[in-house]
């Protein structure tokens, strides 16, 4: 392993680093006081879930608030646990700010594209989508491009942070073609988007990219 790289493996502990900690407290919280408060909780879940169609009648707050949603018990301790492990390492090597803005903007890039997936699926645009995964697999990617060589315990097993990338989409994938594609697609477009943004593209590179294409097209008519 080259200098300076980092590793998880062994009996180190990753670091509970602050922008972790209040993250996962805020999604623990929200996931237990929706569960908690039974009818008023199911409101308030209805209200800040991620719908596709709801971005036409203004629910914009819901492409960030849906991320602090988790109410699955298992669902919620493997995400809690993969902020925790992978986070933690990126924080340090970002700052809390950088790395709070590379979590969101995953998130909502994940439930952008997937709701421009929705304007070809009445299943997608009308579908509720909850929880981190988005910009948990943002991170993963982010990993892997940031900090290739280091190493994290997969089940128990030592693996480097390159690989973390096809093992995540694959498992993805597996999961979206034995159970159906709807439900984790924002994960998939937030693992894009790590890739993208964590590899250097910024969003705004990509709006001018397209502009310019626009351009290019309308001058070639």
């Known amino acids: 392993m080259p200098r300076g790289q980092p590793t998880m493996s062994g009996f180190g502990v990753p670091p509970l680093t602050r922008g972790v ?9 929200v996931s237990i006081l929706i569960r908690v408060f039974g009818d008023a909780g199911h409101e308030f879940k209805a209200a800040a879930e991620f719908v596709p169609a709801a971005l036409a009648h203004g629910r914009v707050w819901q492409l960030v608030t849906y991320t602090f949603i988790n109410t699955e018990p ?10 925790w492990m992978i986070g ?4 340090r090597e970002w700052g809390t700010r950088r790395f709070i803005i590379f979590y969101f903007l995953t998130s909502v890039a994940g439930a952008l594209a997937t709701a421009a997936i929705g304007i070809f699926s009445e299943t997608v645009a ?12 943002g991170l993963i990617a982010a990993f892997a491009v940031v900090m290739p060589n280091a190493q994290i315990l997969l089940y128990l097993f030592p693996v480097q942070a390159k690989w973390m990338l096809p093992i995540s989409a694959g498992i993805t994938v597996l999961f979206m073609l034995m159970t159906g594609w709807q439900p984790y697609l924002p994960q998939l477009f937030g693992l894009g988007a790590g890739v993208l943004f964590a590899g250097g593209v910024s969003p705004g590179n990509v709006f001018l990219r397209a502009k310019v294409w626009w351009i290019d097209r309308r001058l070639r008519r």
């Open 21 to 29: 900690k209040w993250l996962g407290v805020i999604t623990l919280a």
């Open 74 to 83: 298992f669902n919620l301790i493997f995400a809690l646990l993969g902020l």
């Open 88 to 91: 933690g390492m990126l924080e």
């Open 126 to 137: 009308h579908f509720g989508y909850t929880g981190n995964w988005s910009a948990i697999e």
